[in-house]
Nanobody, 125 residues
Framework: QVQLVESGGGLVQAGGSLRLSCAAS????????MGWFRQAPGKEREFVAY????????YYADSVKGRFTISRDNAKNTVSLQMNSLKPEDTAVYYC??????????????????WGQGTQVTVSS
């Protein structure tokens, strides 16, 4: 069992930055691959970023590539999402997720077993 708690959301102007964090409980955090997803009002949940269990592989949605960076610290049981050059279209609730998800499957939310409660990110124009 893994419990996830996100933090770091808020209101920021376009072009600004935010850093989201996700704290995980449980001693087996390092066994899990981690993902960030987001959901805007009236839209489906969409993949944002993925990181492998040891941080050796990362993948991003095309819409955030070059602006967002995912990282993890297995010693602290945390995964982070640094978001730069934010745009109004980045406005959404952001969720972190944990699962044993491998290449080719990381974009699909249903492949993740554990989810946080979400944190709101609002980017004003």
């Amino acid at each position: 069992q893994v419990q996830l708690v996100e933090s770091g959301g808020g209101l920021v102007q376009a072009g600004g930055s935010l850093r989201l964090s996700c704290a995980a409980s449980g001693r087996t955090f390092s066994y899990y691959t981690m993902g960030w997803f987001r959901q805007a009002p009236g839209k489906e949940r969409e993949f944002v970023a993925y990181i492998s269990w040891n941080g050796g592989s990362t993948y991003y949605a095309d819409s955030v590539k070059g602006r967002f960076t995912i990282s993890r610290d297995n010693a602290k049981n945390t995964v982070s999402l640094q978001m730069n050059s934010l745009k109004p279209e980045d406005t959404a609730v952001y969720y972190c997720a944990a699962g044993k998800v491998y290449s080719g499957a990381y974009r699909t939310a249903a492949n993740y077993d554990y989810w946080g409660q979400g944190t709101q990110v609002t980017v004003s124009s």
